[in-house]
């Protein structure tokens, strides 16, 4: 949790929840927060992810450090109905920004959405003057709505039918130039207890 509390100045303006990591220090608190994220995930209540930096590997073949972690992503049943359509969340280290990093960890929740959970609509959700974090649903295709919401955030949609259009145009390109196959072949994400949940 080391992550929050570095990028807290970070995340303050968009997250007001960053303000309240005092609890992080505690190592009970971490462990219940933990168990919680867990409980949320096998329940169907939300589905949380963390984003690592795997290490460098050793010329034997042994990894140098343990991973990294540097942010936190998310498929979050916020929006109705439930079972067709969900929300992307993100933040990321701010040590870690402008490297591309979540916009590979939510390109890979674009394909779980879609491709294993069957969805039919993802959102993500961003305030009007965080320019950062727009830059995201735009690279990978989503679309703002006409207007904000009375909170002054930008809905951005990618529909499945535009999604499937995307991969069909990329398969079209030369290999070198498909963003969406390249990613995914250095793309893996785990649940809780280890099982691989994408690619399936």
């Not at 109705?80 to 929740?109: F, Q, S």
């Not at 070198?176 to 399936?200: H, K, M, S």
Request: aromatic fraction near 8%.
């Amino acid at each position: 949790m080391l992550a929050i509390k570095e990028s807290r100045d970070h995340l303050l303006p968009w997250m007001p929840w960053a303000k309240d990591d005092q609890h992080l220090d505690n190592e009970e608190m971490k462990q219940m927060l933990i168990s919680m994220f867990s409980e949320q995930f096998h329940s169907g209540l939300d589905y949380p992810y963390g984003i690592f930096l795997r290490p460098p590997q050793l010329t034997d073949g042994q990894q140098q450090h343990q991973e990294v972690f540097v942010g936190s992503t998310g498929l979050h049943p916020r929006i109705e109905p439930k079972n067709e359509a969900m929300e992307i969340g993100y933040w990321m280290h701010v040590d870690h920004l402008n490297r591309g990093l979540c916009t590979e960890a939510v390109r890979a929740l674009v394909c779980v959405g879609f491709d294993h959970l069957r969805l039919k609509t993802l959102e993500i959700h961003s305030e009007r003057n965080n320019q950062l974090s727009q830059r995201i649903p735009k690279r990978l295709g989503f679309q703002p709505s006409a207007h904000p919401s009375e909170h002054d955030v930008i809905v951005w949609t990618l529909h499945r039918e535009d999604y499937i259009k995307m991969l069909e145009h990329h398969h079209d390109q030369s290999q070198n130039d498909n963003q969406w196959n390249n990613t995914l072949a250095t793309l893996e994400i785990f649940d809780d207890d280890g099982t691989r949940v994408y690619p399936c």
